[in-house]
T-cell receptor
Framework: GDSVTQTEGQVTVSESKSLIINCTYS????????LFWYVRYPGEGLQLLLK?????QKGSSRGFEATYNKEATSFHLQKASVQESDSAVYYC????????????FGKGTSLVVHP | DPKIIQKPKYLVAVTGSEKILICEQY?????MYWYRQSAKKPLEFMFS???????DNQTASSRFQPQSSKKNHLDLQITALKPDDSATYFC??????????????FGSGTRLLVI
């Protein structure tokens, strides 16, 4: 089946520093999957952060960006300068092609930004 | 106002007991889902319902039974609770039951601890 592997556990970054959370995927369906990043702030549900449905394209939102790299099967999340309010859990996910409504998620990466 | 309401937020249960997790969505979506996240594991798909009918069940145990009394309700009944059932249970919904949906919306979760 499909799988998503992302940076495990907790990532701690000082405010205004850069961030990268790694995500690689494996999709078994024919065709390229759609790739997503979700974010879960404390006490809230998962929210869509950004998505990219075309290989080679970049998605961006709230200063975060991720590029769909089909050769490397990666979708790393990056931000040039993090803020304390970015502290949350980030989930990489894929929807395989062919009308599958069930996304496959990674385990989540907890980001802690220190002032 | 939250678009998906899950109740309760936290739940402690005794091994062998039965609990019902509540989920209501106010987005007018036609499909609803349950996911589970156990410690150090990815978010795991459990069930999907479309127009109040079960579409997919990826939960091996019959101890987990979804219940849909209304189109915007999908509760989860868990019987004969075990410590391994301890997890955060997320309800989600989407407009369409098929396809890669960027309007997949999650609730804030019910954190269940079975002792």
């Amino acid at each position: 089946g499909d799988s998503v592997t992302q940076t495990e556990g907790q990532v701690t970054v000082s405010e205004s520093k850069s961030l990268i959370i790694n995500c690689t995927y494996s999709a078994t369906s024919i065709g390229y999957p759609n790739l997503f990043w979700y974010v879960r702030y404390p006490g809230e549900g998962l929210q869509l952060l950004l998505k990219v449905i075309t290989a080679g394209q970049k998605g961006s939102s709230r200063g975060f960006e991720a590029t769909y790299n089909k050769e490397a099967t990666s979708f790393h999340l990056q931000k040039a300068s993090v803020q304390e309010s970015d502290s949350a859990v980030y989930y990489c996910a894929l929807f395989s092609s062919g009308g599958n409504y069930k996304p496959t998620f990674g385990k989540g990466t907890s980001l802690v930004v220190h002032p | 106002d939250p678009k998906i309401i899950q109740k309760p937020k936290y739940l402690v249960a005794v091994t062998g007991s039965e609990k019902i997790l509540i989920c209501e969505q106010y987005l007018g979506h036609n499909a609803m889902y349950w996911y589970r996240q156990s410690a150090k594991k990815p978010l795991e798909f459990m069930f999907s319902y479309s127009y109040q009918k079960l579409m997919d069940n990826q939960t091996a145990s019959s101890r987990f039974q979804p219940q849909s009394s209304k189109k915007n309700h999908l509760d989860l009944q868990i019987t004969a609770l075990k410590p391994d059932d301890s997890a955060t249970y997320f309800c989600a919904s989407s407009q369409n039951p098929q396809g890669a949906n960027s309007d997949y919306t999650f609730g804030s979760g019910t954190r269940l601890l079975v002792i």
